[in-house]
């Protein structure tokens, strides 16, 4: 298949399965992104009930779907559907890109690439950084892992439910051998005692996500951090989410999600198109739809 369609002559689908998906920021990056490069190819937002995944991805293969990015709740059901799921995608347990090969369905994950590029882009080398992570799910997996890569001097995992923070910090012992790699409770001790060491604080809970009312959830102690640390919030909407903020106000070095919303999106595109999506005109399109929003 070429990127203009079999033949040249029928357009391409992609999509995004998720549930629920209408806010999703994908669509308006990717076919901004289609428009710019003069590529005959739309993206779809596919909301897919739980009890719906596995017919959803027969249809993806009857209908010759180029390929879908999975978002919540289906990044790990959709493991055992898949024809074959790249090694780093099933370290992490969760897929979030599929490309159809000719009816084969093939899982990756770009999120922790997403992440890393877009630190990378802010000017952040996480090499050497004493690094927490905030939560222990399928986002703070990907961020916590591509830490490791990145050679980080010490990873703390801190989470609400502590046994998921320790089986996170022996997953990537396990995946980077020689990572020095821990778990302490949120809000404990332990935690307070590691945030004022970090270079780098990167929440991956939910926490301060619109839209959610007045949110009473108590931030973690960014009060302890020491001048010059760096909090990276993967929670993009809204832009400035209240831990962003409270950072802000005390002098703290921030970057948002979108970065690595756009980043893992131009990824994706390395494994259906074989090259990497327009940063820039991804990031401009993924920020008039935010401002839009608020
Ligand atoms: P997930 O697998 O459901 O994990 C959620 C994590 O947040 C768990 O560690 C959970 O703790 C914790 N948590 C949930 N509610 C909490 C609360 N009220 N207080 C403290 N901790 C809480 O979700 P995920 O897929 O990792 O996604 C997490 C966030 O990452 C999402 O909100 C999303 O905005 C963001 N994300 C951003 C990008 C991006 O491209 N920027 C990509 C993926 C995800 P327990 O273990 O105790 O339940």
């Not at 390929?67 to 099933?90: F, W």
């Not at 599929?98 to 630190?119: H, K, M, P």
């Amino acid at each position: 298949m070429s990127e203009l369609g079999p033949e040249g002559c029928q357009p391409v689908l992609l999509g995004v399965i998720g549930w629920p998906v209408g806010h999703s920021l994908s669509p308006v990056m990717h076919n901004a992104a289609f428009r710019a490069e003069g590529m005959d190819c739309h993206y779809v937002a596919f909301a897919v009930p739980p009890a719906d995944l596995a017919a959803a991805l027969a249809g993806i293969r009857a209908l010759g779907i180029h390929g879908v990015n999975v978002t919540i709740p289906h990044k790990e059901a959709v493991i055992p559907l898949l024809d074959e799921v790249a090694p780093s995608a099933r370290q992490m347990g969760a897929v979030n890109t599929i490309a159809n090969r000719e009816g084969r369905l093939v899982g990756y994950n770009t999120d922790g690439w997403g992440f890393i590029s877009s630190l990378e882009e802010a000017g952040v080398k996480p090499a050497g950084m004493r690094a927490v992570v905030l939560g222990a799910g399928g986002a703070a997996r990907a961020v916590a892992v591509h830490l490791a890569l990145s050679g980080v001097s010490r990873l703390t995992i801190s989470n609400r439910t502590a046994e998921r923070a320790e089986r996170l910090a022996a997953l990537v012992r396990d995946l980077v051998p020689g990572t020095e790699a821990e778990a302490v409770a949120s809000g404990s001790e332990e935690e307070a005692a590691v945030l004022a060491e970090a270079d780098l604080v990167v929440n991956c809970t939910p926490l301060g996500m619109h839209p959610d009312g007045v949110d009473l959830t108590p931030l973690p102690r960014i009060d302890l951090l020491p001048p010059g640390a760096v909090v990276y919030d993967t929670v993009y909407r809204p832009r400035e989410t209240r831990l962003l903020r409270e950072a802000r106000q005390r002098g703290l070095r921030t970057i948002s999600g979108v970065g690595m919303l756009v980043h893992q999106g131009a990824c994706a595109w390395e494994y259906w198109f074989g090259r990497r999506g327009p940063v820039s005109v991804m990031a401009e399109a993924a920020r008039r739809a935010l401002e839009a929003m608020e």
